[in-house]
C-alpha cells in the first residue's frame, strides 16, 4: 500500500455521478480537500449511475437501494476511483463489504421546502385549497403530508429539478415538496416559499449531508477525508442511519427524522407512517452524542414495539404481491 504523506505526488480519484447537483458537490469537496493539502492532486471522474438512466420510473416503485451509488461503488472496488461524494440521504445504510463512510461534510438546512406555482403565491401549505396538486415522489413526504392534508391530492414527479419546476410552473401540480439543500446548492433558493417545519415533515435521514465512501483499505485517504468532516453533522447522521438500518428491511419505506445536538447531548426524533397516512408512529430519545448510534438502534426499537412494525410488515407485503 503506498501512503499518502510518503508519495505527496499521489493523484487521488473522485467519483461522482454526473448530475448538476452530484457535480456541484463534488467540485466542492474537491475544493475543500485541496485547500488542506496543495501537494496532492484531486481529479473528478463521472460516471452514470442506474438512477440516472430511470428518471421516467417513479422512485418509490423502483424501491432500490443503491440506486445512485452502484456504479461509482463497483469503480471502488474495482480501483478506478478512490472516494465517491454521496448526497448522504441517497447512501444506503448498509455498505458493500470492503467499503466505509469515511467522512461526513457540514449538512445545510435538512428540511423539506414548500415550492408552489405562481398562482398560489400568497398561500402556505396550511391554505392551499382543497384537491391542491402536491408533487412528490418521496414515500415519507407522501405518508406524512397525507396524514395531515388529506384533502390534498398527491402525485409523482421525476426528472431532475429543472424539469419538475418547469412541469410546476405549466400548471401540473399547485405544489412541489423538495429539499431545501438541494435547491440552495443548485442556486434555486429563491425558490422556496416556504420551509417545512417539524411537525409538517420531519426530514430524510441524512438530508442535507454529503457522505465521502471509500475503501477500507485506504487508512491514508481515510485520514486525510477525516479534514473535512464536520463532528456534529456526523454524530447527528450516525444517529439518524442507525435508526434507519434497525428498521429497514430492504425498501424504501416511509420513515422521517429531526436531531438536535446541544451540549454533547443529542435528541432523535423518528417516524414511520404508513402510506396512505393513516398510522403514525413517532417518538424521541435522548442522549450522549458519543452513543449516536445506540440511540438510533434504541428508538428503533422502541418504535417497533409502538406499531411501526406492524407498519412495515403492511408495506413489505404489499410491495411483495407488486401493488
Ligand atoms: N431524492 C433525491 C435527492 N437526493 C439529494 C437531494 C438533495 C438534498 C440532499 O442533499 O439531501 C435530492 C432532492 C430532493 O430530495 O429534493
Known amino acids: 500500500m503506498t501512503s499518502v504523506v510518503s508519495s505527496p505526488s499521489r493523484t487521488i ?18 475544493e475543500q480537500l485541496q485547500k488542506s493539502f496543495p501537494d496532492i492532486t484531486f481529479e473528478v471522474h463521472t460516471m452514470a449511475t442506474h438512477g440516472d438512466k430511470i428518471l421516467d420510473v417513479a422512485l418509490a416503485k423502483i424501491g432500490d437501494k443503491g440506486l445512485f451509488t452502484k456504479e461509482l461503488e463497483l469503480g471502488m472496488i474495482n480501483q478506478e476511483i478512490d472516494f465517491a461524494v454521496h448526497s448522504l440521504k441517497d447512501l444506503p445504510t448498509r455498505l458493500p463489504e470492503g467499503l466505509v463512510l469515511a467522512a461526513i461534510t457540514e449538512r445545510e438546512n435538512p428540511a423539506d421546502a414548500l415550492v408552489v406555482h405562481e398562482k398560489h403565491k400568497d398561500k402556505q401549505i396550511d391554505t392551499l385549497p382543497e384537491g391542491a396538486v402536491i408533487g412528490t415522489s418521496s414515500l415519507r413526504r407522501l405518508a406524512q403530508l397525507r396524514h395531515r392534508y ?21 400548471g401540473e401540480y399547485d405544489a412541489l415538496i423538495l429539499a431545501v439543500a438541494g435547491l440552495q446548492r443548485l442556486g434555486m433558493g429563491d425558490r422556496i416559499h416556504q420551509v417545512l417545519p417539524k411537525e409538517v415533515s420531519l ?31 456526523r454524530d447527528r ?53 458519543k452513543d449516536a448510534e445506540q440511540l438510533g438502534i434504541e428508538l428503533a426499537q422502541r418504535m417497533r414495539g409502538q406499531g411501526a412494525q406492524e407498519i412495515l410488515d403492511q408495506i413489505f407485503a404489499e410491495i411483495q404481491r407488486g401493488s
Open 13 to 30: 480519484r473522485i467519483g461522482s455521478r454526473k448530475s448538476q447537483l452530484a457535480l456541484i458537490q463534488t467540485y466542492w469537496v474537491q
Open 150 to 170: 388529506p384533502h390534498f391530492t398527491f402525485k409523482d414527479v421525476r426528472g431532475n429539478l429543472n424539469t419538475r419546476m418547469a412541469k410546476l410552473d405549466a
Open 203 to 233: 426530514h430524510a435521514v441524512g438530508q442535507g449531508a454529503l457522505g465521502i465512501e471509500c475503501r477500507a483499505e485506504d487508512t491514508e485517504l481515510i485520514s486525510l477525508l477525516k479534514a473535512i468532516e464536520h463532528p456534529e453533522t
Open 237 to 289: 447522521c450516525l444517529a439518524e442511519r442507525a435508526f434507519l438500518r434497525e428498521l429497514e428491511g430492504g425498501c424504501q419505506v416511509p420513515i422521517g427524522v429531526n436531531t438536535e445536538v446541544k451540549d454533547n447531548n443529542l435528541t432523535l426524533t423518528g417516524i414511520v407512517a404508513s402510506v396512505d397516512g393513516q398510522k403514525v408512529v413517532k417518538d424521541t430519545i435522548s442522549g450522549a452524542t
